[in-house]
Nanobody
Framework: QVQLVESGGGLVRAGGSLRLSCAAS????????MGWFRQAPGKEREFVAA?????????YYADSVKGRFTISRDNAKNTVYLQMNSLKPEDTAVYYC????????????????WGQGTQVTVSS
């Protein structure tokens, strides 16, 4: 069973940056795709970014964050990161990391394991 723990959230002003980390147990990067999702109050959980476990670490981004956010991984540390730049108030949400099979990409129901989430608040 995979365990995921997010960290790095906090309060930041619009235009600022944060880096989220997701520490994964086991060999998740060798067996699973990794993704970042977010959920704002009253909204459904939505896709943010994902990175494949193989095939050159192909990445995917939601249109709303493309060019501002970057997903990456450190296999030696079993950790995936989300670098968030040029943050906007609409980025405010609880951010979750997730692990799924190699076909997992942008849908919530494609992922099997989830962290507890970390709060990101962007003030205007």
């Amino acid at each position: 069973q995979v365990q995921l723990v997010e960290s790095g959230g906090g309060l930041v002003r619009a235009g600022g940056s944060l880096r989220l980390s997701c520490a994964a147990s086991g060999r998740t990067f060798a067996n699973y795709n990794m993704g970042w999702f977010r959920q704002a109050p009253g909204k459904e959980r939505e896709f943010v970014a994902a990175i494949k476990w193989s095939g050159g670490s192909t990445t995917y981004y939601a249109d709303s964050v493309k060019g501002r956010f970057t997903i990456s991984r450190d296999n030696a540390k079993n950790t995936v990161y989300l670098q968030m730049n040029s943050l906007k108030p609409e980025d405010t949400a609880v951010y979750y990391c997730a692990a799924g099979p190699t076909i997992a990409r942008i849908r919530v129901d494609e992922y099997d394991y989830w962290g507890q989430g970390t709060q990101v608040t962007v003030s205007s």
